[in-house]
C-alpha cells in the first residue's frame, strides 16, 4: 500500500548538565537535540532522536522535509532521493537526513506491525552495552570515577569504556592502573581520546606508554574524518583502533576499516540513518571487525539484530548526567545485567514524552506536506 509524509514536527531541546562537559579539545555546556517526528497519510508515526553536536540541525531539516512530499516512505529510496538533490551540501545535511531515514524505518515497522529490531533481522543472545565512564573528571575527580567504575561492575556491564584526556602521560596510567586494580578479570577497559593529539607519532607515543594496561581498544586518537591520520595510527598502534562516530558515509566507514580500525564506531543519527548503518555493518563483515555503536541503546539496539559483529552498544546510564535526553522520556533505561532489555513494542522502543518535549523545546517547527 503506497503511503506519504503528510506532516513533520521537529523540537530543538537544550538539556543542562551537572557540570561543564570537556571531551578532548571539544566543550559542551548542554545537551542539545533535535526531536523529529513524521506523521503518514495513513496514520503511522515515526521518531528519532540525534545530537547537534554543534551543527545547524533544524537549519537543514527546512531543507529537506518539504522534498518528502513526493517521495513517499521507503527509508532507501528516500535517502537515494534526497543524496542526489542536495549533494553537493550532503555534509551539512546528513545528521538531518539520519533523523528522517530513522523516522522511516520506525514507520516502516510500524506498518508491518512489528518491532523495529524484528523487521531488521535476528539475534540470538542480547547484545552487551559497553558504560562511559570519566565524565567530569575535571570537576568531580578520579575518587568519584572509581566509585563510578565499581557501580557498573555491579551492574553487570562487561566493557567499560573511559574518556582520557591525553595531555598527561604519568597521569593518565595511573589512572588505568588504579581503575584495573578494582576491575574483576572479565571485565574489559577501553580508551577515548576525543582527538587529543597532534600527530601520528604523538599519539603511537602515548599508546605505548598505555601498552601494559590491557586496554581493549584506543578510540579517536584523532577525529574519525582525518581517515589518514588514523590509518596510520591503527596500523602501527600495539592496541586495536576504534574510530567512526561522526563521518558522513558508509564509504568513509569502510576506507577506515580498510585502514585497520578494528572496532566501528558506527552512529545512525550521522552518517545517514540505518540504511547508511546496515552498508556500514556489511563492510564490519567484511574486514572481519567489530561494531560498536556510538550511545543511545534505543536507537542503535535494532542494527544489533541486522549481524552478529555488533559487539556492544555503548551507554551512558541516566544517574552519570552526561546525557540528559532521559529527563525526555517516560520510562527509565531498560538495563538489566549490562544489556538492553527493552518491553514488547512496536517500531522503534523510544519513549518519548511528548509533552516534555514540546515544554523543554527552545525552539520547534511544523510542516503540512
Not at 553536536?53 to 522534498?67: D, F, N, V
Not at 551492574?155 to 592502573?177: A, C, F, S, V
Not at 555503536?293 to 552519570?320: D, F, K, L, Q
Request: overall charge negative; hydrophobic content about 45%; glycine content about 8%.
Amino acid at each position: 500500500m503506497a503511503d506519504r509524509i503528510t506532516r513533520s514536527e521537529a523540537w530543538l531541546v537544550q538539556l543542562p548538565m551537572p557540570h561543564e562537559l570537556v571531551l578532548g579539545p571539544i566543550t559542551y555546556t548542554t545537551r542539545d537535540y533535535v526531536v523529529l517526528r513524521l506523521v503518514t497519510e495513513s496514520g503511522f508515526t515515526g521518531m528519532a532522536v540525534g545530537y547537534t553536536r554543534h551543527t545547524p540541525l533544524m537549519e537543514a531539516l527546512e531543507l529537506l522535509i518539504p522534498q518528502l512530499r513526493d517521495i513517499g516512505v521507503n527509508p532507501g529510496e528516500v535517502q537515494r532521493t534526497l543524496k542526489g538533490r542536495f549533494s553537493p551540501g550532503w555534509g551539512s545535511l546528513v545528521r538531518a537526513a539520519s533523523l528522517i531515514d530513522i523516522a522511516l524505518w520506525d514507520i516502516n515497522a510500524r506498518r508491518s506491525r512489528q518491532s523495529l529490531e524484528d523487521f531488521m533481522g535476528s539475534r540470538e543472545s542480547p547484545v552487551p552495552l559497553m558504560a562511559v565512564a570519566g565524565y567530569f573528571l575535571e570537576t568531580r575527580g578520579k575518587t568519584a570515577v572509581l566509585e563510578e567504575i565499581e557501580r557498573f561492575v555491579s551492574e553487570g556491564y562487561t566493557t567499560i569504556k573511559l574518556i582520557i584526556p591525553g595531555h598527561d602521560l604519568d597521569h593518565d596510567r595511573g589512572l588505568i592502573q588504579d581503575i584495573n586494580r578494582i576491575l574483576p578479570s572479565d571485565v574489559a577497559l577501553a580508551a577515548d581520546f576525543h582527538g587529543a593529539f597532534h600527530s601520528v607519532a604523538e599519539a603511537l607515543q602515548y599508546s605505548e606508554g598505555l601498552a601494559g594496561c590491557g586496554l581493549r581498544f584506543i578510540e579517536d586518537a584523532f577525529p574519525s574524518y582525518e581517515g589518514d591520520l588514523v590509518s596510520a595510527f591503527a596500523r602501527a598502534s600495539g592496541t586495536p583502533s576504534a574510530a567512526g562516530e561522526d563521518v558522513m558515509t558508509p564509504a568513509a566507514h569502510r576506507a577506515l576499516l580498510d585502514g585497520g580500525v578494528s572496532y566501528l564506531r558506527a552512529d545512525a543519527t550521522a552518517t545517514g540513518g540505518y540504511t547508511a548503518a546496515a552498508a556500514s555493518i556489511a563492510a564490519a563483515e567484511d574486514a572481519a571487525a567489530w561494531v560498536a555503536p556510538h550511545v543511545w541503546p534505543h536507537i542503535h539496539h535494532p542494527i544489533s539484530y541486522i549481524s552478529n559483529r555488533v559487539a556492544m552498544i555503548e551507554t551512558i546510564p541516566g544517574y552519570v548526567g552526561a546525557d540528559p535526553v532521559v529527563d525526555l522520556l517516560l520510562e527509565d533505561l531498560p538495563i538489566v545485567g549490562g544489556t538492553w532489555s527493552p518491553p514488547e513494542h512496536e517500531g522503534l522502543y523510544l519513549p518519548l514524552d511528548w509533552s516534555r518535549v514540546q515544554s523543554s523545546a527552545s525552539a520547534a517547527r511544523t510542516w503540512s506536506l
